[in-house]
């Protein structure tokens, strides 16, 4: 079992840059591919981005390429995510989600979860 701690949510305006962290815990830290999800009012919680444990290749949700990096530090048990270029439509809950499977984009693929940082980007 594992427990995931987010932060660094906030107020920021459009444009402008957030660095969300979560930090990962438990008797077992290893093997776990993390991912970030996010979910914005009335909306299905949705995939942003993931990177498998053994720091390969990560995969973005097409809204955010180019603007988001994930990233993870194994020694410090926490993964990032660098979100610059920040959109009104940007604003939601983001959640760090791990699971020691393969990487995959489903809620459903994903046994533990943080309890949710709040972006809010506005215009």
């Not at 459903?108 to 940082?117: E, K, L």
């Amino acid at each position: 079992q594992v427990h995931l701690v987010e932060s660094g949510g906030g107020l920021v305006q459009a444009g402008g840059s957030l660095r969300l962290s979560c930090a990962y815990s438990g008797r077992t830290t290893s093997g776990y591919t993390m991912a970030w999800f996010r979910q914005a009012p009335g909306k299905e919680r949705a995939f942003v981005a993931g990177i498998p444990w053994g720091g390969g290749r990560p995969t973005y949700a097409d809204s955010v390429k180019g603007r988001f990096t994930i990233s993870r530090d194994n020694a410090k048990n926490t993964v990032y995510l660098q979100m610059n270029s920040l959109k009104p439509e940007d604003t939601a809950v983001y959640y760090c989600a791990a699971d020691r499977s393969l990487l995959r984009l489903h809620v459903v693929s994903y046994d533990y979860w943080g309890q949710g940082t709040q972006v809010t980007v506005s215009s």
